[in-house]
């Protein structure tokens, strides 16, 4: 005799902060909701430990934020900036919270993670853990079978499996592979030199990607490498690139000093950039980096996931209370999440290519920063985390600094210099170190 499976309203594949920040608001309108994860928690993700600020946002509407903040697990970023390609550098001193910052935070991957999903199992979905999704099929609903033989049925799937997205591969929604990755490394505190909350190091053999030391709560610091689409090193890779030009990058090798101790081996995950062209279907959405809802500029996709999963299950309650899961009814979602942060990518992804080609704009931001000081890095902050559209670059507080500082290094006659790779003297006579050391 067969066993009837129990009926879920959605069924998601991963409890990352997708799929769990989905889950929660789905739960919250009173959908039974599996959420099956492959591991156990805490179970962790190789990969940058930066929340901005939507993605602080939404953490703070389900109440996680305030719950880790208790526990000392989150440090906010108010000192950080950058080192060009050229080697000039500029970072903030650490004066507390300015009101034009945008929020960015570090919490390891591990810790929130959980966190999210255990809100979410507190609203009412079923957090299902150790369930490897191996075969979807739909019918008059969708059957999902896991690796250890467990099956479950659901009116819609959500597949928030990751990058390398078995399920949106099976389904033909995906049709590609992953196109970008990142690393990190944990270094334990007071092994290193390093006090200021973040920095990002744009070295030219990672452009357009980059090199970034988060500081954690703890002492521990982040040290991550995002390798993106463009560059001379490929994102397969990033592995090499660890091994040769990151353990011997001046600047890294000033910032660890000679008594640093890694806490890990460095991990790496891969990241799907740009937004796929279709993320729905019939009784289907792929949320995250399932659906490649990564900024292609800056490697982050945290937020821009979080925020696509509040609107998959806003769009899934409202098609619940229509009676229609049709793919075109569906295709909203798609529209949706396009229209909050989907139409930056393309800037993104040609500012990436212009930089990749012209590693001197990177240069004229550090000389910009360095003329206009923080409310200067808090907009080109704002502007490459999402907080505020690319289209900020344009406005005259933004292109006037830039393109003065861009005139500033053409007269000088270092713009072949720059445009073939070379670090320069830094602007500023300090070294990264000892302005990463003064914020």
């Known amino acids: 005799m067969s066993t009837q499976l129990p009926i879920y309203d959605v069924a998601i594949a991963g409890a990352g902060p997708a799929g769990a920040t989905a889950a929660y608001f789905l739960a919250k309108e009173g959908k039974r909701v599996a959420l099956l994860e492959k591991a156990r928690f805490p179970r962790d993700k190789r990969c940058g430990d930066a929340w901005c600020e939507p993605a602080l946002d939404i953490l703070e509407e389900m109440g996680v934020l305030q719950e880790l903040v208790d526990a000392g697990a989150v440090q906010f970023v108010r000192s950080g900036g950058l080192v060009s390609p050229g080697g000039l550098s500029f970072v903030s001193p650490d004066e507390g919270e300015r009101p034009s910052a945008p929020r960015v935070a570090a919490i390891r991957r591990q810790v929130c993670d959980e966190r999210i999903a255990r809100a979410a199992e507190q609203a009412g979905a079923e957090l299902i853990e150790d369930a490897a999704v191996t075969k979807v099929t739909l019918d008059d609903v969708w059957t999902i079978r896991c690796k250890d033989g467990r099956g479950?049925?659901?009116?819609?799937?959500?597949?928030?499996?990751?990058?390398?997205?078995?399920?949106?591969?099976?389904?033909?929604?995906v049709t590609t592979g992953a196109t970008s990755a990142a690393s990190r490394q944990y270094i334990k505190g007071g092994t290193h030199n390093f006090t200021s909350d973040g920095v990002l190091l744009y070295p030219p053999y990672a452009i357009p990607g980059y090199v970034a030391f988060f500081r954690h709560s703890n002492g521990d610091i982040d040290l991550g490498c995002y390798l993106l689409p463009g560059g001379k090193v490929p994102p397969t890779k990033l592995k090499e690139l660890l091994q040769s030009e990151v353990v011997n990058d001046p600047f890294v090798r000033e910032v660890l000093g000679n008594q640093a101790e890694p806490l890990e081996p460095p991990g790496i995950s891969p990241l799907r950039l740009g937004g796929e062209p279709c993320t729905s279907g019939e009784r289907f959405l792929a949320v995250g980096d399932a659906a490649g809802q990564t900024d292609p500029l800056t490697g982050e996709g945290i937020h821009t996931a979080m925020i696509a999963a509040k609107i998959a299950a806003r769009v899934l309650h409202e098609a619940f209370a229509e009676g229609d899961l049709s793919a075109r009814r569906l295709e909203a979602y798609h529209w949706a999440w396009m229209s909050a942060f989907g139409r930056d990518f393309p800037i993104s992804a040609a500012a990436g290519r212009a930089v990749s080609r012209f590693p001197m704009l990177l240069d004229t931001a550090a000389m910009a920063a360095q003329r206009h000081g923080a409310g200067f890095m808090d907009n080109f902050g704002a502007a490459m985390t999402g907080v505020k559209p690319k289209s900020l670059f344009l406005s005259p507080r933004m292109a006037l600094p830039l393109g003065a500082a861009l005139l500033r290094l053409s007269l000088s006659r270092r713009a072949s210099q720059y445009r073939a790779g070379p670090r320069v003297e830094r602007a500023t006579g300090l070294s990264f170190a000892e302005n990463a050391l003064r914020a």
């Open 152 to 173: 479950f049925s659901a009116r819609c799937l959500i597949a928030a499996d990751g990058a390398k997205s078995k399920i949106a591969r099976m389904l033909g929604v």
